[in-house]
């Protein structure tokens, strides 16, 4: 494992897309993304995408000056059109849209199609919960490498879903998973540290148990979580993000471009009920209650949101490891676009 200081991480990211031709604010924020997921511990989704997102730049799927559109719109609706530019501008589009017509209107609901990967989604209900708004998020990824409950191969994707309320402390209650056992992109972390997978994450292409991390290359898939109630929050995802975005279904097999997002947002502001400082006044009072129930030995009782952020005080201050296959990949990266990466770590 390479440990690469967050400034350092940030200011790569930084110069390997305005090298591609992004503007300096789009991909300013479209790096903040990706590393504020290694920061909170979500591997899967961070600077990992440096390479991934710079193959689809140079394949054409990933228009980098694209500007989101709406295309129809009421007072408490918004349908966006993503323009295949980064998913991350697209899906900044659908939060603020959402945000600003849930305090004017107290509900909204948006939704986008012709969107790349967003990244982490719960990213955006966070920056939603910071601005006094409940959110839910449902993404459908519309290429299938997760299997239904019970049905033998790869069907929808790893369809994640978010939810977050705004709180009175520092960090807002969230919640942002995949509804596969786990998120495709742990694989990959896991095969470029070189180890095993849990055997309960996958099935090879006959349905057999197995803990091999390319396995999806291999015509195998994942398994959704918690049985059947993964796979029906994977449904909901899948008609939410899919079906009512206009965007690929993922029985509708593997096709270009890679990995599309279907997103949809629905936004309610407090004050259309209790008000914001009554709602918060109880959802602290709750979370803390929660915080304070007895826990098994040895154990702790923590809050979604809570190991997300000590995992980012920690990593603030000690730096991320990356996999070295992982760095290796973005020194020769940053060599092909000619990035002085070696300058940038001085």
């Not at 604010?25 to 990706?34: G, H």
């Not at 390479?51 to 054409?60: E, L, N, T």
């Not at 295309?71 to 323009?83: C, M, N, R, V």
Request: glycine share 10%.
């Amino acid at each position: 494992m390479i440990t690469v200081p967050v400034d350092k991480l940030t200011e790569i990211g930084i110069e390997i897309f305005t090298k591609q031709g992004a503007s300096l604010e789009r991909a300013t924020f479209l790096v903040e993304t990706l590393v504020e997921a290694n920061l909170t511990g979500h591997d899967s989704h961070g600077v990992y995408y440096y390479v991934r997102y710079s193959d689809r730049i140079k394949d054409g799927y990933i228009k980098v000056d694209a500007e989101p559109e709406i295309i129809k719109e009421t007072p408490g609706t918004a349908y966006i059109d993503g323009h295949w530019t980064f998913g991350q501008m697209t899906a900044k589009k659908l939060v603020e849209v959402a945000v600003d017509k849930a305090k004017e209107n107290m509900v909204a609901a948006v939704g986008a199609f012709n969107c790349n990967h967003i990244g982490r989604i719960g990213y955006y209900t966070n920056w939603a919960a910071k601005q006094g708004i409940i959110s839910t998020f449902y993404v459908n990824v519309g290429h299938p490498i997760v299997s239904v409950h019970n049905g033998l191969g790869k069907t929808f994707g790893t369809n994640p879903y978010s939810a977050s309320v705004p709180t009175g402390g520092d960090i807002p209650f969230l919640v942002d998973y995949a509804t596969s056992v786990v998120a495709a992109g742990k694989l990959s972390v896991a095969k470029a540290k070189g180890v095993k997978i849990p055997k309960h994450w996958t099935r090879d292409q006959y349905g057999r148990v197995n803990d091999d991390p390319d396995i999806l290359s291999k015509g195998g898939w994942l398994l959704p979580f918690g049985e059947y109630k993964g796979y029906g929050l994977q449904m909901v995802s899948e008609l939410l993000g899919a079906a009512l975005t206009g965007s690929r279904l993922g029985p509708q097999g593997v096709s270009v471009p890679p990995s599309p997002n279907g997103i949809f947002m629905m936004a309610v502001n407090p004050e259309a009920f209790v008000g914001l400082d009554e709602f918060v006044k109880t959802t602290d009072g709750l979370l803390e209650q929660v915080k304070n129930w007895p826990a098994l030995g040895g154990e702790r009782v923590m809050v979604p949101g809570e190991p997300e952020k000590e995992t980012k005080e920690k990593r603030m201050r000690e730096g991320i490891e990356l996999p070295e296959t992982t760095w290796t990949e973005i020194n020769e990266l940053c060599e092909k676009i000619g990035v002085d990466i070696d300058a940038i770590l001085k």
